[in-house]
């Protein structure tokens, strides 16, 4: 049986254990270029822990496998780091249960990330998971983005992940991003085809599209793309 099927068929028995869900984390981090020293997979257990146990009060995400997550969430949310070399300050709009901006933090510990969501019951949860996990340098605000505009400028890297409307983002965002700042924009497998859409909505909106990463998740865990803006001044 392969390594997959394997753990597949565990996770259904719910057999998966701690040391299995660790390895297929390593390796998958390894596919997309992001390694973890053990620390940084303990703390991903522990969010991990969290995640399933909110998720069963809170409603936070769809995704409730233990290794659906870990590739689909954790893995999926690290896949910007290979570009983001140098990066000192992070700022991700609508995180919900923390993604992308908790796993770049864990990968990432010395990067600035500030989290802002609109939802309190996410902020609850992304709080509580700083706290466990004794995340440094991070911040989290609770509102909509477009009524706190003195956060944007203040990052180099602006991110969302399956933000339901990118285009609102290049709207509220581009008068606002700081000089030699990158807009990020995460596309998951149902809005990946956007991407020429949101390339001429980007440009209306002084946003240039200057890097595009297609990818493919470990696992055969599906397509994603990674959408690059800066601005046009
Ligand atoms: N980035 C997460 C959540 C995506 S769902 C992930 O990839 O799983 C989109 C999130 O954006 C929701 O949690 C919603 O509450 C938040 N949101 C929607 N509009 C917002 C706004 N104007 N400002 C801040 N957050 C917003």
């Not at 028995?13 to 869900?21: F, I, M, P, Q, Y």
């Not at 390895?23 to 703390?43: N, W």
């Not at 609508?94 to 996410?122: E, N, W």
Request: charge should be positive; charged fraction near 20%.
């Amino acid at each position: 049986m392969s390594w997959t099927k394997f753990l597949i068929s565990s996770a259904s028995a719910n057999r998966v254990d701690k040391k299995s869900l660790l390895h297929l984390l390593r390796r998958s981090c390894d596919q997309i270029g992001v390694e973890l020293i053990p620390d940084q997979a303990e703390q991903f257990w522990l969010y991990l822990q969290e995640l399933l146990e909110w998720n069963q009060k809170f409603n936070l995400t769809g995704i409730t496998q233990p290794e659906e997550i870990l590739i689909k969430h954790f893995v999926d949310s690290l896949t910007p780091l290979p570009y983001l070399a140098g990066a000192k300050g992070l700022l991700d709009i609508g995180t919900g249960a923390g993604f992308p901006g908790i796993p770049l933090k864990i990968a990432a510990p010395f990067m600035q990330v500030h989290l802002v969501d609109s939802r309190r019951k996410k902020i609850t949860f992304v709080q509580h998971i700083i706290r466990s996990l004794n995340l440094q340098k991070i911040l989290v605000s609770h509102g909509r983005i477009e009524e706190m505009p003195e956060v944007v400028p203040r990052y180099q890297i602006v991110i969302s992940r399956a933000f339901q409307q990118p285009e609102q983002l290049f709207h509220l965002l581009s008068g606002l991003l700081a000089p030699q700042s990158v807009l990020v924009v995460m596309l998951g497998p149902t809005n990946s085809g956007d991407r020429s859409r949101l390339q001429k909505l980007g440009a209306a909106s002084r946003l240039v599209l200057s890097r595009v990463v297609c990818l493919q998740l470990p696992h055969r865990s599906g397509a994603r793309t990674l959408l690059f803006f800066n601005k046009r001044y």
